[in-house]
């Protein structure tokens, strides 16, 4: 009896908290526009020069964009009422996959392993996953971003 009073309890104030999140205004992170997700890349990315190459996701939660030059490919994710930030480099990703309109990216970040981006209309995926095929690393191939004295002789 005490193992279901325990249960309803927690039940109750799960939902309290849920309760007084939402009356208080808190929500998820939206990216509304290309320039907010861009404020993101600049805010966590240094000198990030942002290219003409880029594209919001229909949902609000994922951006892309290549860098000016090309080096690298911005990736914003809205996760909880932050963003997810990160330039990936030459040798960053694992993988670059299609279906249908979804993007799936697999990089070579424990923190962040796998990256879903619904891009909505035909054609845009694999547009992106064309542009991500120099960012691929080899299987058991060296990371693009290591420096040539970190490499054991």
Request: proline share 3%; glycine share 12%.
């Amino acid at each position: 009896m005490t193992d279901v009073l325990a249960l309803i309890g927690a039940a109750f104030g799960i939902g309290l908290i849920v309760l007084l999140n939402m009356a208080l205004g808190w929500t998820r992170l939206r990216l509304n526009t290309e320039g907010e997700a861009q404020r993101f890349l600049k805010r966590d990315v240094m000198g990030f020069k942002v290219g003409t190459e880029q594209i919001l996701t229909p949902d609000r939660c994922g951006y892309l964009c290549l860098e000016a030059d090309g080096g690298r490919i911005g990736l914003v994710l809205a996760r909880g009422d932050n963003a997810v930030v990160r330039a990936l480099r030459p040798g960053d990703v694992r993988s670059a996959q299609v279906n249908g309109t979804t993007l799936t990216l697999a990089l070579f970040d424990y923190t962040l392993p796998r990256a879903v981006l619904e891009l909505g209309r035909d054609g845009q995926a694999t547009d992106w996953a064309d542009r991500l095929k120099d960012f691929v690393r080899a299987p058991g191939g060296t990371p693009g971003n290591e420096a040539r004295y970190a490499k054991s002789a």
